[in-house]
């Protein structure tokens, strides 16, 4: 990537795409929908070899897989280095609507807000996933939109789809690379939630996304389907949740109690030792204060 030839002019908005072994043409096709609602982008792709089919100017190979935050980092950076007052965050799996980035961004200046999340629908179910707020004692509240049109406020969101005014990260920080993946974009959030920072929901902005490889419907409930070296990294940074101070206690030992009881049940769903094996190690990292990729695999 040539950073010396900068753009002397650009749009405001910049989108930063994490990739692992995509499915190329969907990522070409989120570009394509970025770039008629007048939004550049930065692909950063953690795949194990370089991908020659996205235009050089605007794609960065890590050379393998360094996790999600440090490929958001890498992505922000440039972005601040081309003084992008705005970024906004996708995986390559994401499926935007025509006019997404524009409905974020017009609530965004029109109210000051610092940061702008979606709404997320599955795509294959088509039901809505939960906003999870919480609280500064732990405590959670899911939020569902419910067709209302209304900006509402939550102190957690998932990264992608989230519009953020670039000056945030120099007071915020970036995310926390040592995480490598899974509540990379929590602990962020947290963060911003500790200094005052919520996150505006703009229900009028859609994201349909799957959450898991695929999942598993008990009851009223559906639990995604992970793999086991992703439910290592889920496991472990629950653990690790618990070392920062201003993410509450309860919620760290909830989810770490909760993601246990997840691996074991796909241990019985699916009959695959394998996450117990892994849920094994993820407790041993995290106890012994373990970081970054997993080594196990």
Known sequence: ????????LHNET??????????????KNLISSLQKQQCDYFVIDNSPYEITEFTPERYKWLGGNKG??????????????????????????????????????????????????????????GFEYAITDIDAK????????????ETFTSSVAISSGTLVKANLFESVGLMDSRLFIDYVDTEWCLRCFQQGISINIIPSARMYHSIGDNSLKLGRFRVPIHSAVRRYYRTRNSIHLLRYKHVPK?????????????????????????????????????VLNRWGENKHI
Not at 1 to 8: A, G, I, R, V, Y
């Open 1 to 8: 990537m040539d950073l010396d030839n900068k753009q002397s």
């Open 14 to 27: 910049c989108a930063i795409i994490v990739t692992y072994n995509p499915d190329i043409s969907r990522v």
């Open 68 to 125: 999600i935050a440090q490929a958001q980092n890498d992505g922000i950076l440039l972005a601040l280095e081309l003084n992008y007052p705005y970024i906004i965050f996708f995986d390559q799996d994401s499926n935007i609507q025509e006019d997404f980035v524009i409905k974020l961004l017009m609530e965004m200046k029109k109210n000051s807000y610092p940061i702008c999340a979606p709404v997320f629908f599955d795509e294959k179910y």
């Open 138 to 149: 732990g405590n959670r509240r899911k939020i569902f939109s419910d067709g209302k049109r």
């Open 250 to 286: 309860k919620m760290a030992f909830r989810e770490l109690i909760f993601s246990i009881i997840h691996n074991i049940i796909l241990t019985v769903a699916l009959l695959n030792i394998s996450y117990l094996k892994m849920s094994y190690f993820a407790i041993v990292d995290g």
